[in-house]
């Protein structure tokens, strides 16, 4: 579990961020024209990934 904190309150995630640096599993997502695009298609290039909380949450 990670804790973050959000608007000054701490929180738990559900799971690990990951480490800067570390390799990404391979993974699947769906681009603005509703295209499966996958880790593998950017080979070769740098990624960074954005990875926050929800945002549909209401508070």
């Known amino acids: 579990m990670a804790t973050i904190t959000r608007k000054g309150v701490e929180i738990e995630t559900c799971g690990d961020?990951?480490?800067i640096g570390t390799k990404a599993p391979a993974f699947t997502l769906v681009d603005v024209d509703l295209n499966d695009r996958s880790l593998d298609e950017?080979?070769?290039k740098t990624v960074i990934l954005n990875i926050f909380p929800s945002i549909d949450t209401a508070t």
């Open 17 to 19: 961020l990951p480490e």
């Open 42 to 44: 950017f080979r070769g």
